[in-house]
């Protein structure tokens, strides 16, 4: 197993049960195996590529916009008060 | 056994651009909370981050004026990692392609210069803040400041005692400043400095397990923070103990550092190309006009100031740690004033009266030529040194020249010889026991002689022809 489903879980703050995890490790690491399938490919010639777009250097000028209404910045939060977002408590 | 420090900071500057790093909110400071956010800066789906130039400028900036090599590509990446203060879930940073690398900056401790290698220097957005008072069981996020713009500028662990690490953190600041990139105020935390510290044997090459130190929110606490975090570690080998690899927080109330257990578990933050932002390739014409603009940098103005002026090292030093300062000074000797006698007044007088209203240079009412002026009146001899003092406080409270303050107190140095005699003779009548006590030899009652007189004329005699007149009357 290249992947441990407990470790990923974790670290996107999902609960996985038991039966989950057995039916999820599987999954996961066929689709690595699946992916393996391109390091047959001879890339010898074929520089790193991080970006699908050939462009680069895609600017803005230092130049205010707008920005948005309060109220409606908090709409979308699950908790908050008239002026912040609101979560649990942070520091024990 | 001697123990040494090894310490590197990792130092975070806010940028001084007018909107955030990929959008047009206001990166203004204390702004009523979350009025400054927009769909990019809060993470909603399906919006663009575009990258702000003059960030990028920013950054190109500070790398060339600490020696960096700026990379002709560089990209951004994500960092994932959950936290309230992080809406999107990752953060906007740079990882394995930074825009400037291998640089070094030189620091000056007891009397030696030392270099400072700087490992790399990369761009990032900030997170928003939290505020943990008053809320019972919740905290609170304001996200006005997720997206503002940050350099983060990593050192070599080239640092060896708290001394060279606070040295270090001055030099940066001021040439952050003299740039114009940041503002170096650690108290609003628009310049934050987290600390890797390790101790090892003198003589020993290997190095040992770090902490890391955070929350040095001061810039009185750099050296405080490092001192008692490496007494720790010292304390803890000599009793047998081993150094944990942590993060430790600053408690400046305590004057402690404790360990922060919740951050214990090792990060992974799956970093990984930003797929939303093109990578940035900085041509080498561009880079030579940001070089050409820099201003002359801190290092270079005071080796110039001592050889241009023959300052002593201590004033140049003082008179350089700030462009406005060192732009007030060069003023003031252009519009005629001698540099020694400049640089006196504004470390003496004019540091004093500017302290006392928490004023900086930049906020000074007194105009440069000012000073060269009064100058000129002590030179000529219309006003004497000691009344130049009161004329001095009321320029710059008042913003006249020093001229329209001499006539209209009628504070002219009396310079004629029948006048101050005639003020000598009565001082002298009215003291016998001092003059026979003079006469006998006691010649330090001279000087009481000089306060007597320079009361009765308060404070306008000439003092080379009152002392002069003096000795006659009382040999």
Redesign the interface.
């Known amino acids: 197993m290249k992947i441990s489903v407990e ?1 990923i879980a974790k ?1 996107a ?1 999902l609960s996985v049960s038991e039966e989950e995890k057995e039916l999820f490790g599987p999954q996961l690491n066929g689709i690595l195996s699946y992916m393996e399938k391109l390091d047959e490919l001879n890339t010898k010639d074929v520089g790193p590529t ?4 050939s ?14 209404p ?1 109220e409606d ?2 709409l ?1 939060a699950p908790d908050h ?1 008239d ?10 | 056994m001697k123990y040494e420090a090894v310490i590197g900071l990792e130092v975070h500057a806010q940028m001084l ?3 955030k790093i990929f ?4 990166t203004k400071f204390g702004s ?8 990019i800066c ?1 993470g ?1 789906p399906g919006v663009l981050p ?7 400028e920013f950054a190109i900036r500070t790398g060339l004026a600490t020696n960096c090599k700026i990379s002709n590509y560089s ?1 951004f990446a994500r960092k ?1 990692y ?1 936290y ?1 203060d992080l809406p999107k879930g990752y953060q906007i940073s740079q990882y394995e392609l930074p825009i400037c690398e291998h640089g070094f900056l030189e620091i000056v401790v007891d009397g030696e210069v030392k270099k400072i290698g700087i490992t790399r220097i990369h761009m990032e957005e900030d997170a928003g803040k ?3 008072e008053g ?9 006005n400041r997720t997206g503002v713009p940050l350099m983060e500028i990593v050192s070599e662990p080239d640092i060896r005692s708290p001394k060279e690490a606070a040295e270090y953190m001055k030099k940066l600041r001021t040439i952050l400043r003299y740039l114009g990139v940041c503002d170096g105020n650690m108290e609003q935390g628009s310049l934050r400095c987290d600390a890797n510290v390790s101790i090892r044997p003198v003589g020993q090459k290997e190095l040992g397990t770090r902490a890391e130190v955070k929350n040095i929110n001061s810039f009185k606490f750099v050296e405080k923070a490092l001192e008692y975090e490496i007494k720790r570690q010292i304390k803890v080998i000599e009793e047998g103990g081993k150094i944990i690899q942590e993060t430790r927080l600053w408690d400046s109330d305590r004057g402690i550092t404790e360990s922060m257990r ?1 951050k214990e578990e090792a990060h ?1 933050y ?1 970093y990984f ?1 930003e ?1 939303d ?5 900085v041509e080498q014409k561009w880079i030579d006009e940001i070089k050409s603009s820099l201003p002359e940098l801190p290092d270079v103005k005071r080796e110039r100031f001592v050889a241009e002026f023959g300052l002593p090292e201590y004033d140049a030093d003082l008179l350089t740690s700030e462009k406005s300062i060192a732009n007030w000074f060069e003023g003031a000797v252009k519009a005629g004033g001698q540099a020694k006698a400049v640089s006196n007044w504004m470390m003496g007088e004019l540091m004093k009266l500017l302290n006392e209203e928490n004023k900086t240079f930049e906020e000074c009412a007194l105009k440069p030529a000012q000073l060269a002026e009064m100058l000129s009146l002590m030179d000529k001899g219309t006003i004497s040194g000691k009344i130049a003092k009161t004329i001095f406080e009321e320029m710059y409270k008042t913003g006249k020249d020093a001229d329209v303050i001499v006539k209209e107190k009628g504070l002219v140095q009396v310079s004629d010889e029948g006048a101050i005699e005639k003020a000598v003779d009565e001082i002298i009548a009215k003291n016998p026991k001092e003059v026979e006590r003079y006469k006998s030899g006691d010649e330090k009652l001279l000087g009481f002689f000089v306060g007597q007189v320079m009361k009765a004329m308060k404070g306008k005699a000439n003092p080379q022809i009152l002392n002069e007149i003096l000795k006659k009357k009382l040999s």
């Open positions: 470790h670290l703050r991080s970006h699908v777009l462009l680069s250097n895609v600017m803005r000028d230092d130049m205010p916009g707008n920005s948005i309060r910045a908090l979308n008060t002026k912040f977002y609101r979560v649990p408590k942070i520091i024990e | 651009t007018e909107t959008c047009g909110c206001s009523e909370p979350n009025t400054q956010t927009c769909p809060i909603m575009v990258l702000n130039k003059k960030a990028l990209r994932n959950f309230p939290n505020i943990h809320g019972g069981n919740y905290s609170f996020v304001d996200l919740s992974d799956r190309p797929p932002l093109v990578p940035m390739t």
